[in-house]
Protein backbone atom coordinates (compact mmCIF):
# COMPACT_ATOMS: atom_id res chain seq x y z
CA UNK A 1 0.00 0.00 0.00
CA UNK A 2 1.39 3.41 -0.91
CA UNK A 3 0.51 5.86 1.96
CA UNK A 4 0.47 9.97 1.28
CA UNK A 5 1.36 11.73 4.08
CA UNK A 6 1.94 15.46 3.62
CA UNK A 7 2.23 14.61 0.15
CA UNK A 8 4.42 12.24 0.14
CA UNK A 9 4.49 8.33 -0.62
CA UNK A 10 6.16 7.08 2.52
CA UNK A 11 6.02 3.32 1.21
CA UNK A 12 9.48 2.18 0.62
CA UNK A 13 8.54 0.36 -2.68
CA UNK A 14 8.32 3.81 -4.71
CA UNK A 15 11.86 4.21 -4.18
CA UNK A 16 13.02 0.65 -5.41
CA UNK A 17 11.99 1.70 -9.17
CA UNK A 18 13.62 4.80 -9.16
CA UNK A 19 17.07 4.47 -11.74
CA UNK A 20 14.81 1.76 -13.89
CA UNK A 21 12.63 4.24 -15.38
CA UNK A 22 14.14 4.73 -18.96
CA UNK A 23 15.97 1.97 -19.26
CA UNK A 24 15.95 -1.69 -20.75
CA UNK A 25 14.82 -4.98 -18.78
CA UNK A 26 15.84 -7.93 -20.53
CA UNK A 27 15.19 -6.11 -23.56
CA UNK A 28 11.78 -3.79 -22.60
CA UNK A 29 11.83 -0.41 -22.34
CA UNK A 30 10.75 0.72 -18.97
CA UNK A 31 8.33 3.37 -19.00
CA UNK A 32 6.90 2.81 -15.11
CA UNK A 33 8.02 1.47 -12.05
CA UNK A 34 7.09 -2.32 -11.88
CA UNK A 35 5.71 -1.74 -8.62
CA UNK A 36 2.89 0.43 -10.03
CA UNK A 37 1.08 -2.65 -12.15
CA UNK A 38 0.18 -4.63 -9.33
CA UNK A 39 -0.79 -1.60 -7.30
CA UNK A 40 -2.68 -0.37 -10.65
CA UNK A 41 -4.55 -3.79 -10.57
CA UNK A 42 -5.62 -3.90 -7.40
CA UNK A 43 -6.96 -0.42 -6.89
CA UNK A 44 -9.19 -1.34 -10.56
CA UNK A 45 -10.20 -4.07 -8.27
CA UNK A 46 -11.27 -2.18 -5.55
CA UNK A 47 -12.95 0.29 -7.66
CA UNK A 48 -15.27 -2.03 -8.84
CA UNK A 49 -16.04 -3.70 -6.15
CA UNK A 50 -16.58 -0.44 -3.89
CA UNK A 51 -18.97 0.87 -6.82
CA UNK A 52 -20.47 -2.73 -6.39
CA UNK A 53 -21.00 -2.48 -2.86
CA UNK A 54 -21.90 1.18 -2.91
CA UNK A 55 -25.32 0.08 -5.34
CA UNK A 56 -25.53 -3.42 -3.86
CA UNK A 57 -26.71 -1.18 -0.16
CA UNK A 58 -28.96 0.95 -2.49
CA UNK A 59 -30.24 -2.36 -3.81
CA UNK A 60 -31.63 -3.39 -0.25
CA UNK A 61 -28.38 -5.33 0.40
CA UNK A 62 -26.44 -2.92 2.74
CA UNK A 63 -24.77 -5.68 5.23
CA UNK A 64 -23.80 -7.45 2.34
CA UNK A 65 -19.66 -7.23 2.40
CA UNK A 66 -17.17 -8.40 -0.43
CA UNK A 67 -15.78 -11.66 1.44
CA UNK A 68 -19.17 -12.23 1.34
CA UNK A 69 -19.47 -12.80 -1.94
CA UNK A 70 -16.47 -14.74 -2.07
CA UNK A 71 -18.14 -16.98 1.03
CA UNK A 72 -21.03 -17.11 -0.94
CA UNK A 73 -19.31 -18.31 -4.25
CA UNK A 74 -17.40 -21.33 -2.06
CA UNK A 75 -21.30 -22.56 -0.84
CA UNK A 76 -21.90 -22.66 -4.15
CA UNK A 77 -25.67 -24.12 -5.69
CA UNK A 78 -25.78 -27.50 -3.89
CA UNK A 79 -24.50 -25.96 -0.45
CA UNK A 80 -21.09 -26.85 1.68
CA UNK A 81 -19.90 -27.64 5.13
CA UNK A 82 -17.61 -24.92 6.85
CA UNK A 83 -14.79 -27.20 6.54
CA UNK A 84 -15.16 -27.12 2.63
CA UNK A 85 -16.00 -23.77 2.59
CA UNK A 86 -12.91 -23.11 4.66
CA UNK A 87 -11.17 -24.87 1.91
CA UNK A 88 -12.30 -23.43 -0.86
CA UNK A 89 -11.49 -19.73 0.92
CA UNK A 90 -8.24 -20.91 1.57
CA UNK A 91 -8.57 -20.25 5.34
CA UNK A 92 -9.33 -22.12 8.31
CA UNK A 93 -12.44 -23.98 9.47
CA UNK A 94 -12.87 -21.43 11.90
CA UNK A 95 -12.47 -18.55 9.59
CA UNK A 96 -14.89 -19.73 7.53
CA UNK A 97 -17.08 -20.17 10.43
CA UNK A 98 -17.39 -16.74 11.75
CA UNK A 99 -18.09 -15.89 7.96
CA UNK A 100 -20.36 -18.27 8.15
CA UNK A 101 -22.03 -17.17 10.94
CA UNK A 102 -22.38 -13.57 9.71
CA UNK A 103 -24.04 -14.66 6.26
CA UNK A 104 -26.43 -16.38 8.80
CA UNK A 105 -27.16 -13.47 10.78
CA UNK A 106 -28.00 -10.94 8.18
CA UNK A 107 -30.21 -13.70 5.99
CA UNK A 108 -27.56 -14.71 2.75
CA UNK A 109 -27.42 -18.33 4.12
CA UNK A 110 -29.13 -21.01 6.49
CA UNK A 111 -27.83 -24.08 7.92
CA UNK A 112 -29.61 -27.37 7.00
CA UNK A 113 -29.10 -30.61 7.56
CA UNK A 114 -27.05 -32.58 4.89
CA UNK A 115 -29.51 -35.30 3.20
CA UNK A 116 -26.60 -37.80 2.60
CA UNK A 117 -25.29 -37.71 6.09
CA UNK A 118 -27.40 -36.45 9.16
CA UNK A 119 -24.21 -36.24 11.13
CA UNK A 120 -23.28 -32.89 8.45
CA UNK A 121 -24.90 -29.70 8.39
CA UNK A 122 -25.00 -27.85 5.02
CA UNK A 123 -24.75 -24.09 4.73
CA UNK A 124 -27.23 -23.38 1.80
CA UNK A 125 -27.76 -19.76 0.35
CA UNK A 126 -31.32 -17.97 1.44
CA UNK A 127 -33.13 -16.54 -1.40
CA UNK A 128 -31.83 -13.29 -0.43
CA UNK A 129 -28.35 -14.70 -1.04
CA UNK A 130 -29.44 -15.71 -4.65
CA UNK A 131 -30.97 -11.89 -4.92
CA UNK A 132 -27.27 -10.42 -3.57
CA UNK A 133 -25.64 -13.05 -5.78
CA UNK A 134 -27.93 -12.47 -9.09
CA UNK A 135 -27.68 -8.12 -8.43
CA UNK A 136 -24.06 -8.83 -8.35
CA UNK A 137 -23.58 -10.36 -11.74
CA UNK A 138 -25.62 -7.25 -13.24
CA UNK A 139 -24.30 -4.63 -11.27
CA UNK A 140 -21.08 -5.75 -12.89
CA UNK A 141 -22.03 -5.64 -15.91
CA UNK A 142 -23.28 -2.06 -15.77
CA UNK A 143 -19.79 -1.13 -14.41
CA UNK A 144 -17.90 -3.08 -17.18
CA UNK A 145 -20.61 -1.07 -19.52
CA UNK A 146 -19.13 1.84 -18.32
CA UNK A 147 -15.15 1.10 -17.99
CA UNK A 148 -16.19 0.58 -21.75
CA UNK A 149 -17.54 3.99 -22.29
CA UNK A 150 -15.02 5.54 -20.75
CA UNK A 151 -11.93 3.62 -22.28
CA UNK A 152 -13.49 1.92 -25.25
CA UNK A 153 -15.00 -1.52 -26.16
CA UNK A 154 -11.81 -2.38 -27.28
CA UNK A 155 -9.80 -1.14 -25.16
CA UNK A 156 -11.55 -3.03 -22.47
CA UNK A 157 -11.84 -6.31 -24.71
CA UNK A 158 -7.99 -5.88 -24.87
CA UNK A 159 -7.30 -5.76 -21.89
CA UNK A 160 -8.41 -8.75 -20.66
CA UNK A 161 -7.63 -11.10 -23.35
CA UNK A 162 -4.05 -9.37 -21.71
CA UNK A 163 -4.76 -10.51 -18.31
CA UNK A 164 -5.99 -13.86 -19.81
CA UNK A 165 -2.76 -14.26 -21.41
CA UNK A 166 -1.04 -13.94 -18.47
CA UNK A 167 -3.26 -15.07 -15.69
CA UNK A 168 -3.18 -18.71 -15.57
CA UNK A 169 -6.47 -20.28 -16.46
CA UNK A 170 -6.89 -22.18 -13.49
CA UNK A 171 -5.91 -19.29 -11.27
CA UNK A 172 -8.20 -16.67 -13.37
CA UNK A 173 -11.47 -17.38 -10.96
CA UNK A 174 -9.99 -19.06 -7.80
CA UNK A 175 -12.00 -18.20 -4.65
CA UNK A 176 -9.33 -17.84 -1.78
CA UNK A 177 -8.06 -14.14 -2.28
CA UNK A 178 -8.78 -14.09 1.37
CA UNK A 179 -6.04 -16.29 2.24
CA UNK A 180 -3.75 -13.99 0.56
CA UNK A 181 -4.68 -10.92 1.59
CA UNK A 182 -4.21 -12.28 5.26
CA UNK A 183 -7.25 -13.17 6.63
CA UNK A 184 -6.67 -15.74 8.61
Not at 79 to 105: E, F, H, N, P, W
Not at 125 to 154: K, M, N, Q, V
Not at 156 to 176: G, Q, S, Y
Amino acid sequence: MVDHVAGENVNQVVDIGKGVVGKEVKGVPVDSPGYELPLLLFGGFRTLIDRLHARLADEGHPDMRPAHGFAMQAIGADGATASDIGRRLGVSKQAAGKTVDRLLAVGYAERTDDPADARRKLVRLTPRGYDALARSAAIFDDLRAEWAATLGADRVRDMEAALRNVVPAEKAFRLDATSWLGTP
